[in-house]
Nanobody
Framework: QVQLVESGGGLVQPGGSLRLSCAAS???????????MDWYRQAPGKQRDLVAG???????NYADSVKGRFTVSRENAKNTVYLQMNSLKPNDTAIYYC?????????WGQGTQVTVSS
């Protein structure tokens, strides 16, 4: 059973930066590196949307709203994926979730709150 735990959220002023981490457990490092990993976010009253993803080979993709500001990366030796968020804006405020898929099964973390406010 894959378990994902996010950390690194918090309150930051507009223009600031945060780095989110997602640690995967219940899975060996050999298998983790085969998984594509994603970051989603959900603002109050809105649907959960894809923010960024990274493939097993390291290819990345981003939502248009975060391109040039956010960077997703992974450290397979630590079973961890990161989301570096720069130039944060108030509309980046949301709960950020880590996600992966194994076959037909989807795995989600519990989420970490990011609040961008002055």
């Amino acid at each position: 059973q894959v378990q994902l735990v996010e950390s690194g959220g918090g309150l930051v002023q507009p223009g600031g930066s945060l780095r989110l981490s997602c640690a995967a457990s219940g899975i060996s490092g050999i298998i983790f590196r085969l998984y594509a990993m994603d970051w989603y976010r959900q603002a109050p009253g809105k649907q959960r949307d894809l923010v960024a993803g990274i493939s097993s080979g390291g290819s990345t993709n981003y939502a248009d709203s975060v391109k040039g500001r956010f960077t997703v990366s992974r450290e397979n030796a630590k079973n961890t994926v990161y989301l570096q968020m720069n130039s944060l804006k108030p509309n980046d405020t949301a709960i950020y979730y880590c996600h992966t898929k194994g076959g037909i099964l989807h795995y989600w973390g519990q989420g970490t709150q990011v609040t961008v406010s002055s």
